[in-house]
């Protein structure tokens, strides 16, 4: 695979980063762009791209920065030299790390953040992380958020690279909205019973998604709605402590891994109560199914989340994310309502065929800058053009 046109990396091969990396990869396979993927072997990212067509370059790299780093580094190193990408798509903290450390600016290099790495630290480390986004930028031709919070973010942290806002999108058609009858059908499948107000949380367990705080507020809920059942779907590092903590509540499942598609059309509304996020897509899917959604001020909220789609409330209140929650179980038609007018909103504002077509052409317009300077030889990638600009 000499001269590689795109090549993206992820280090995450499950929940929204795979699912983003996936979409686009496999849209630019199938209009013909070369495009391949530099990941970790396991997951579910392999399985889409073989299903997809689309050469999977394995990459072995942890989540977290550790004494492995070199390593990483020095494999993607290997792996750019190798095939000679004309353009190098970087996605979430670990790729954006490794990814500009071998590339070092020697061809265009876009950083797509799915969330600051700084904002997943505490401490020190914060100003550490920060710092190093900063000194970065130098290696960075553009910068892709998926949310207009994301980019602020970035720009109050001192990013100076350019920046294009590509809100994240969903499939509505691999997510239609659910009407009461697939929701009694979702309901007898999944074993919740008739009369049950159902909550569904799905994300990765794990400090970010903040299921810790939505368990903390499930006995406010239960107070106001005894027959409140809460349905926890997704796994990650923190699944036993998670589980232990359920045990101990009444109404709680915790489902482990499984699609989300038949818990959103069994719930009454969706909840996410995150950290921190750059745009979740968890609400967005919700929303296409026809739910409505309770979520957490975090980096896009406010945009996937409209007053008339769910709520928002403040990250880390647990007391108003379980009356969010109640208004919602407890309220004749609410939910339903809301979770008409988000179906619709999604439907007009993050669409994903939009999200990869503005994607790829900022890709081609990289591509295109680096071969019209003919016979001059290539531009360094710092030298590109990218104006900053909302899509």
């Known amino acids: 695979m000499s001269g590689l046109q795109i090549l993206h990396v992820s280090q995450p091969v499950e929940g929204g980063v795979g699912r983003c990396v996936a ?35 394995p990459w072995r790299a942890g989540r977290s920065p550790g004494l492995g780093v070199a390593r990483e580094i020095a494999s993607l190193d290997a792996l750019v030299r190798r095939h000679q990408p004309s353009l190098v798509h970087l996605h979430a903290s670990k790729a954006g790390l490794a990814g500009r450390l ?54 109050r942290s001192g990013v100076r690279a350019p920046v294009r806002v590509v809100p994240n999108g969903v499939d509505a058609d691999r997510l239609p909205v659910a009407g009461p009858q697939e929701r009694e059908r979702a309901r007898a ?62 109404g709680v499942h915790v489902v482990g891994a499984a699609a989300a598609s038949p818990w959103y059309a069994a719930s009454d509304v969706v909840v996410l109560p995150s950290r921190w996020e750059g745009m979740a897509l968890v609400p967005l899917e919700a929303a296409a199914r026809g739910r409505s ?11 996937a989340v409209r007053p008339d789609t769910g709520e928002v409330v403040p990250a880390g209140d647990v007391e108003a994310l379980a ?35 503005t994607i790829t052409a900022i ?24 104006e900053e600009a909302s899509s």
Do not use: M, N, Y
Not at 363 to 386: K, Y
């Open 363 to 386: 890709h081609q317009e990289l591509l295109h800058a680096v071969r019209a300077p003919s016979g001059r030889g290539r531009r360094s990638a710092r030298a590109l053009p990218s």
């Open 323 to 357: 009356a969010a929650i109640v208004r919602r179980l407890a309220g004749v038609g609410l939910a339903d309502r809301e979770g008409a007018a988000g179906a619709e909103h999604v439907r007009r504002h993050h669409r994903l065929a939009d999200q990869l077509e």
């Open 189 to 250: 499948a999944l074993g919740v019973p008739h009369e049950a107000a159902l909550a569904v949380c799905v994300g990765r367990l794990c400090p970010q998604k903040g299921q810790d705080l939505l368990l903390e507020a499930w006995p406010l809920v239960r107070r106001e709605v005894p027959l409140a059942r809460l349905a926890l779907v997704g796994d990650g590092p923190d699944r036993d402590r998670v589980r232990a903590s359920a045990d101990r509540l009444d």
């Open 293 to 303: 959604v309770v979520t957490t001020d975090v980096a896009g909220a406010r945009e």
């Open 23 to 57: 979409d686009l990869a496999e849209h630019q396979h199938a209009a013909g762009l070369d495009v391949a993927v530099a990941a970790p072997p396991a997951g579910h990212l392999a399985d889409d791209l073989a299903r997809a067509g689309v050469p999977h370059l």
């Open 102 to 155: 071998a590339v070092r600016g020697r061809r265009p290099t876009v950083l797509q953040p799915h969330a600051w790495s700084f904002e997943a630290l505490t401490g020190r480390a914060v100003a550490a992380a920060a710092a190093w986004e900063r000194w970065a930028s130098a290696w960075t031709t553009t910068v892709v958020c998926v949310s207009e919070d994301e980019a602020r973010t970035g720009r």
